[in-house]
């Protein structure tokens, strides 16, 4: 079974500041996807960002970049110039590879982030 | 773009009740994922259908049922609602020739 840890159950910064949110997995699998997802006070679940297993390169989307340590299975999350509508809860998500699609996803238990003014 | 739509937004029922939510997956999704997310939890994976057929299950208990009908759309239907059951019920999409599953907003049922 899978598993996904996300170890800092809350964390701050001040606006326009740099933060890492961090996380970690548990898998025999090779063949995987991981994901981070935001949801702000509107409960709304949004995609941040993913990366492929078999790649190398640490996807980036603008201000999101992401630290893929596979031989570590650490996944963290690098969000630059942070904004006040950053303010969120941050899931880490895990999902198996597979062909024809429908696989699960297994969520971390979530990180509560605060961008103050 | 169009986004996943669930309905309805908001559902209170009574202890013993019935409630059916309802998810229409962005167009040209073929697969369906149900998650029920408690108070201060992480959203849990309950059941998920590819082309209507159920694909895989995870800890959804018996006396709830989906289905995803021929325009793809899912149905959830939970009967003997307990105090427990009440969550925020999300339906994602996916399409088959990506891994990203998209959320809708989410159904918040509360039983009393």
């Known amino acids: 079974a899978q598993t996904v840890t996300q170890s800092q159950p809350e964390m701050s910064v001040q606006e326009a500041e740099t933060v890492t949110l961090s996380c970690t997995y548990d898998?025999?699998?090779?063949?995987?996807?991981l994901f981070w997802y935001k949801q702000p006070p509107s409960r709304q679940m949004i995609l941040v960002i993913r990366?492929?297993?078999?790649?190398?390169q640490n996807a980036t989307e603008n201000r999101f970049s992401v630290n893929f340590q596979k031989a570590a299975k650490s996944f963290s999350l690098k969000i630059s110039d942070s904004q006040l509508g950053d303010t969120a809860m941050y899931f880490c998500a895990f999902m198996i590879g597979a062909q024809g699609g429908s696989e699960k996803l297994v969520f971390g238990k979530g990180m509560k982030l605060t961008v103050n003014p | 773009a169009a986004g996943v739509i669930q309905s309805p937004r908001h559902l209170i029922k009574e202890k013993r009740e019935t409630a059916t939510l309802k998810c229409y997956p962005i167009p040209r999704h073929d697969t369906v994922y149900w998650y029920q997310q408690g108070p201060g939890q992480d959203p849990q994976f309950l059941i998920s259908?590819?082309?209507?057929?159920?694909?895989d299950k995870g800890s959804i208990p018996d006396r709830f049922s989906a289905q995803q009908f021929s325009d793809y759309h899912s149905e959830l239907n939970m009967s003997s609602l307990e105090l427990g059951d009440s969550a925020l019920y999300f339906c994602?999409?996916?399409?088959?020739?990506?891994?990203?599953?998209?959320f809708g907003p989410g159904t918040r049922l509360t039983v009393l």
């Open positions: 259908f590819y082309e209507k057929m159920q694909s």
């Open positions: 898998t025999s699998e090779n063949n995987y996807y």
């Open positions: 994602a999409s996916s399409a088959n020739l990506g891994p990203e599953q998209f």
């Open positions: 990366q492929e297993a078999y790649k190398q």
